[in-house]
């Protein structure tokens, strides 16, 4: 295929500056999050162990909680999946009435124990944990200029940053330190701090990342997503309004405005493909109804003659259920996935024809066999798992025609703040045309729903970031080149 200089979809070319230190190029800040917070509850570590279950989505490679009982701070962290790291005599070593807790997503090079959070950290006013979801953009400048200053870090995180900002921040007043801290850092944080004897939330200007407030038998809870609150029969309160800071001690609940209203940018990759289904984010908006409404977005600009609408599962789902409700096609489930993958397999000697694909989905040939089919997915990256999907449909399952549509505009742009995104050249609609990428999944039709549509469902558009779609990126860079902050992202 023919790789072109200029992306298909967007006519911006923004270069953000930047000009970071060769050393910090390694620093890990590419994350994807989900965190949890408990005050006052006698089951606070049991609550947010639940709470990061329930989140586990938003980060599969390691999760800690830290705990305290008003004393001192407890942390319990290992790599893996909450359930296999929490067993209930490692939750009984959490003891105490407020929790904080944190999933972890990084790139493989960086998946390691230190960069597990919660960040527990001793400084002049006494113990603080930290729990972080988002990417900072300038953490790696910070970080050069900490370490000139002789900081030591323990880990490769962008959010141990903060930890030693708000150490090296002056005056008694622990509020104004994590300001003085907060206000040094650019990028996205919804961010959990755990003291002794209460438990401080904090979302960045834009709010990037969802982070919701819930009460549970009277106890707050603070969580990524309201998937969470609705485990543990917690009632959803209200969002962490971008730029706020919620104090939670036993004086009660204070909200400090931290930020005056900047210019908000919600992630909406956060509705199309990241945050659950079930979950309700920016304002209360319910996830599943906005996907269904992509998918009938997407059946009303680029109908199709087809006999079934399938979707990928799971994150085509909703959108299919919309495409199939729009275009009267019928839908079913053509593709059923074996959720007990494991990240490695071992393939057998003799090679299996579709087996990458095959062992994760497999066709219901019964259903497809001779149809025209319109499969949808949220989103094509480097365009490979459609092409297997594709080729899978039309070889095991027998489909007369595969017709593929996207329920999000071409992804043409890496994320700086805070989804896994690999570099615009990885990008298969940074370089190619939808007809080209139709050729390469070796699709019958291919279709993407515009940017346009996806911003006439997405309520108060011009509250979100579309970077990824457009180029538009909300928070700037510091210094000179793109290609140098998508290095340190890798
Ligand atoms: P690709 O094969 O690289 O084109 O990947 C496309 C698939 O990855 C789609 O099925 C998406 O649902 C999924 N996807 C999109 N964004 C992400 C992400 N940030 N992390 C993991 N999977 C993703």
Redesign the pocket.
């Known amino acids: 295929m023919k790789r072109r200089d200029a992306h298909t979809a967007c006519g911006k070319t923004r270069r953000p500056r930047c000009s970071i230190p060769a050393s910090s190029l390694f620093h890990d800040i590419h994350e994807?999050c989900g965190v949890f917070g408990a005050f006052d509850h006698p089951e606070a570590s049991n609550l947010t162990y639940l709470g990061l279950y329930a989140l586990q989505h938003r980060g599969q490679e390691g999760a800690g909680i830290c705990s305290s009982d008003g004393k001192q701070l407890f942390i319990e962290k290992s790599m893996g999946l909450v359930a296999d790291i929490f067993t209930e005599k490692r939750l009984k070593r959490l003891p105490g009435y407020l929790a904080i807790g944190h999933n972890r997503?990084s790139t493989a090079g960086s998946s390691v124990l230190k960069n597990v959070q919660p960040i527990v950290a001793n400084f002049a006013l006494g113990s603080l944990a930290l729990a972080h979801n988002g990417n900072l953009v300038n953490a790696a400048e910070l970080r050069a200029e900490l370490e000139d200053e002789g900081a030591i870090f323990q880990s490769t995180s962008d959010s141990e940053v903060v930890v030693h900002l708000i150490a090296h921040a002056k005056g008694d007043d622990p509020y104004d330190r994590i300001i003085q801290a907060l206000n040094r850092v650019s990028g996205a944080y919804s961010l959990l701090i755990l003291r002794e004897k209460e438990l401080i939330a904090v979302r960045d200007p834009h709010g990037v990342r969802p982070l919701c407030l819930g009460k549970v038998d009277g106890a707050y809870v603070v969580a990524s997503e309201t998937c969470a609150l609705d485990l543990i029969n917690a009632e959803y309160v209200r969002d962490v309004e971008p730029g706020e800071m919620l104090i939670i001690n036993e004086k009660g609940l204070r909200s400090v405005r931290v930020f005056s209203n900047g210019r908000r940018a919600h992630c909406v990759?956060e509705f199309?493909?990241?945050s659950r289904p079930d979950s309700s984010i920016f304002g209360y908006r319910n996830v599943n109804e906005v996907r269904k409404e992509f998918g009938r977005q997407l059946a009303r600009e680029l109908p199709v003659d087809a006999d079934i609408v399938i979707p990928?599962p799971d994150?085509?789902v909703p959108a299919a259920i919309g495409f199939s409700e729009e275009s009267g096609i019928h839908f079913d489930f053509g593709l059923i996935r074996n959720h007990y993958v494991g990240r490695t397999f071992i393939e057998p000697k003799q090679s299996i024809r579709h087996f990458g694909v095959k062992i994760k989905l497999n066709p219901v040939k019964k259903l497809l066999e001779g149809k025209r089919v319109v499969v949808v997915?949220?989103?094509?990256?480097?365009?490979?798992?459609?092409?297997?999907i594709v080729k899978m449909i039309r070889e095991v399952g027998g489909a007369r025609e595969v017709h593929v549509r996207i329920s999000s505009p071409p992804?043409i742009a890496p994320?700086f703040y805070g989804?896994?995104?690999?570099t615009r050249q990885?990008l298969?609609a940074f370089s190619h045309m939808v007809e080209e990428i139709k050729k390469y999944i070796t699709a019958d039709t291919l279709a993407y729903l515009s940017l346009e549509g996806l911003k006439k469902i997405v309520p108060d558009s011009g509250d979100f970031c579309t970077a990824c779609f457009d180029n538009d990126y909300p928070i700037g860079f510091p210094g000179e080149h793109f290609e140098q902050m998508e290095m340190l992202f890798r």
């Open positions: 994807e997503y990759f199309i493909y990241f990928v994150s085509g997915d949220d989103s094509i990256v480097r365009g490979t798992t459609s092409k297997k992804t994320c989804i896994d995104t690999p990885e298969i």
